[in-house]
């Protein structure tokens, strides 16, 4: 007990000596701080991000296999736009499919279609407009990728199981209850009030669905409105340019919902202000069902109802597993299965950067810092030599001579580790900020080529391919790749426990390499050596 | 009573090969002053350093109670069985007077509940008052320091006492105090004291004369 008496007591006698020890421990653990803070951080970032990444798993087109094969086979000049029968498609069963795959942990089926009603108009909706249902709406076989805006025009959303705004609470239920069969849906507030709907009224909507042109099919000899059977189906006949040989084979199905509840929406009606007026973009006018609903009078093969399925894998190292399982489901090679590797890379790289940044920074000052420690408290020890010989001549042992320079130098540390902590949480996040900062504008000068669009020559010395990254066919594959991934630009950085216990280990470390570096110094010698040499 | 022994004690200095000390023979009784006088490089002070359990004999034996110091812990023997004061004092520079007494209790282990108490009190004793005491060393003049040097060797209570040149520093007046005080302990508690000296007043004052020379020890007055 003496011995942490007289420790502390030592470093207000010797204040001068222990002031200067005291700064250099202060700053080094106040940027071993700052620098595990970031460090941790970021490494909690990028083990989320790699893991939210790594754990979704994509059925993405295989664009370099598909322009592969477009600029082999291209036409000589102008631009080549794919038609639905040159894109492969992977329909709506398969994806349905594979859901109930074993490796994975979880999958969202989610879906829509596009629809009118002859029971009540849609907020905003132009009379002029209005779609005629007999009339094609975009390219077949390509929904959501051909909309006319103020032509051809739905009026409606129906959407199949997205209920995510309700959870994200920009959407609550106004009244009545959610769809919990199909045929059953909920309507905004708005929408309800302007048509005197209620709760118990059933609707009717009516929808296109499409089906694949057959390979006999020649649009020179087909005519609008022409009806075609397919699979026993009858189809009508859409040319929508003969010249790029584009036709479409349409069915209208009428999907007859009770209404059982309604929300309010808190969204704005028109997230994109250039889409006001037009009654279909009108968040107000979806329709929301169940996915069954929508698929009910789907037939195998036909596009229309776009359904979009993310799949999260139970372990991200299941992928290969996946990928074999879904290739001997029927998935053909010209997709492929991954993960979001390249939005993972836009997004975290500043933070691996930063990461990396703090970690050499906190290595280098350590390193600097332990020998400028180490050299100071050499000198420190070499002055208290004397006092050192005095108390070994007094009978004191040497263990317990080390054991009060121990104490001594633990005292100062802790001393500086609480200010430390303090100064380092404060410091860390503008320091974080100004490092990501340039790490962002780094990553954002590497990542300033084209996103969404690929281009490459065309075939024959022709103008660019153009494909859409992430939308095909009738469905949209698995959530596509984040096309406008950006930089991480913000993180907010915070002391965990686990970096307060490191830090504290660092401390401890430091105190007791500087002790000890003392400590086999002065105990080298024996104390008639010291005094003799003092006196 | 017989408080130390030495047994044909001798001396080597690794490097120099030189005997400074060549079977040193003689008992130490308590209740005495004694004094080692010799000339410079004598010896006298190697000897103090054997006796004090700084340094170990070469040849020979040291008996402190009848145990060979050689065997004993001897930090534990610089705690308890010995008092040295030192020519130089050797105290904790920047601690007060009292803070060298009862740092030296402590290494001791001493059972005295009031430590600070006891060591104002061994301060009295050898002249130090208590504003004194609370003064740190630096701020203390020679003779304070060597009476601050002797309630510290006194502190732990041992039964045998050495002092090197103790008032090697001082002027005339403070070393009539330190030699009285010496003395007194010897005479009246009962310790052993050993003094290193070349001074004529200070062997004046003791109960037998040792002489070094040529690294032998001789009786010279008794």
Known sequence: MYIIQNAFANILRNRG???LLAIIILAIITTSVTALIINNTSAAVIEDYQFRFSSEAFIQLDIDRLTSSASNGGSAGGNRVFSSASIPQMDAELQLMLTDSAFLKESLATGSVRGNSGDIRAIDQNDEDETDPSQPQGIPGAGGMAFRIGGDMSNFQLLGDQWESFTEGVRSLESGRFPETDNECVLSVDLAEANGVEIGNVIHFTALLSAGLPEDFDVNEAEDGDVMEVNGIDYTVSVLNRDFGIAGLNREVTYELTVTGLYYDLNDAYENEMLSGYAYFNNRNEVLTTLGTLLQPRQSGESGVQVNVRYFLADPAYIGNFEAEAREKGLSDAFLVTTDERSYNTIVKPVVELKKISLIFMFVVLGLGAV?????TSISIRERKYEIGVLRAMGMKKSKVALGLWCEMLAITAV???????????????????????????????????????????????????????????????????????????????????????IIGIALALATAAALAGVTKITKYEPIKILMERN | MNVLTLNDVSYTYDKAKKKVLDGVNAVFESGKVYTIVGKSGAGKSTLLSLIAGLDVCTDGEILHGGQNLA??????????GI?????????????TAAENIVLSMNISKSKESDKKGFAYALLEKVGIDRETADRTILKLSGGEQQRVGIARALSGGPGLIIADEPTGNLDKETEKDILNILTSLAHTDGKCVIIVTHSRRVTGVADVIYGISGGRMTKVEE
């Open chain 2, 83 to 95: 008092g040295v004061i030192f020519q130089s004092y050797n105290l904790i520079q920047n601690a």
């Open chain 2, 71 to 80: 065997k004993l812990d001897r930090d534990e023997y610089r705690a308890k």
């Open chain 1, 17 to 19: 000596r222990n002031i």
């Open chain 1, 372 to 376: 400028i420690l180490l050299l100071l």
């Open chain 1, 416 to 502: 500086c580790l609480a200010i430390g902590l303090g100064a380092g949480a404060v410091l860390s996040q503008p320091v974080s900020d100004m490092i990501l900062v340039s790490q962002v504008e780094a990553a954002q000068e590497q990542n300033s080529a084209p996103g969404g669009f690929m281009t490459v020559p065309g075939g024959g010395g022709g103008g660019p391919v153009r494909i859409q990254g992430s939308q095909m066919g009738g469905a949209r594959i698995g959530g596509g790749f984040t096309a406008n991934a950006q930089p991480l630009d913000e993180m907010t950085v915070s002391l965990d426990i686990a970096t307060l216990f490191q």
